[in-house]
């Protein structure tokens, strides 16, 4: 049975750097073919998909918010933490992680919201 | 990358038929057959119903089916039923990234 939990804060000030981890079970992130990855929705909107992490280490990153994201990936831990610099109020958002394989999110976690306020 | 396009909303009554639309370009939808459907319902994470443009995980119904056609990808829901209504969201591969669709409001009548 595959399960993957985030959590982190839940409250962040703007310009503040966000940190979340996605810890998971029922698979391996060593599996060749197996990623990790963060959507996100803000509230009553859609998703947005944000990173991912593959079980080689490539990394894989919205071209909107590349330059703010990181993700990285603890095998020995199952975990995966992605970290987002420079929160504002826009990144107000159920933030969520997913299993990947071959190019689907089978798996999601029940999402953390974060609220990005002073 | 631009979001797929979906309509915000559809309906219909329970027993018949809707078709959800998910517009995107050769670069995703068009150019890959890693087309996916999510259900979410309030306050719930998504759960996939379709991947890979037409294939049912297993529990799906086989009243949920998917298929392309170019640029274009549609979820059809046959024999509407009430624990249908929920949000639906597409989403492609695109080489280095993945995109989601905008979301459609299923409402059964």
């Known amino acids: 049975q595959i399960t993957l939990k985030e959590s982190g804060p839940t409250l962040v000030k703007p310009t503040q750097t966000l940190t979340l981890t996605c810890t998971f079970s029922?698979?391996?992130?060593?599996?060749?073919?197996?990623?990790v990855g963060w959507i996100r929705q803000p509230p009553g909107k859609a998703l947005d998909w944000l990173a991912l992490i593959y079980w080689d280490d490539d990394k894989r990153y919205s071209p909107s918010l590349k330059s703010r994201l990181t993700i990285t990936k603890d095998t020995s831990k199952n975990q995966v933490v992605l970290t987002m610099t420079n929160m504002d109020p826009v990144d107000t958002a159920t933030y969520y992680c997913?299993?990947?394989?071959?190019?689907?999110?089978?798996?999601w976690g029940q999402g953390t919201l974060v609220t990005v306020s002073s | 990358q631009s979001a797929l396009t979906q309509p915000a909303s559809v309906s219909g009554s329970p027993g018949q038929s809707i078709t959800i639309s998910c517009t995107g370009t050769?670069?995703?939808?068009?150019?890959?057959?890693?087309v996916s459907w999510y259900q979410q319902h309030p306050g719930k994470a998504p759960k996939l119903m379709i991947y890979?443009?037409?294939n049912r995980p297993s529990g799906v119904s086989n009243r949920f089916s998917g298929s392309k056609s170019g640029n274009t990808a549609s979820l059809t829901i046959s024999g509407l039923q009430a624990e249908d209504e929920a949000d639906y969201y597409c989403?492609?591969?695109?080489?280095?990234?993945?995109?989601f669709g905008g979301g459609t409001k299923l409402t059964v009548l």
């Open positions: 989403s492609s591969y695109t080489s280095t990234s993945w995109v």
């Open positions: 050769s670069s995703d939808v068009g150019g890959y057959d890693y």
């Open positions: 029922g698979f391996s992130l060593s599996t060749s073919g197996v990623g």
């Open positions: 997913a299993h990947l394989l071959t190019a689907t999110f089978w798996y």
């Open positions: 890979d443009v037409s």
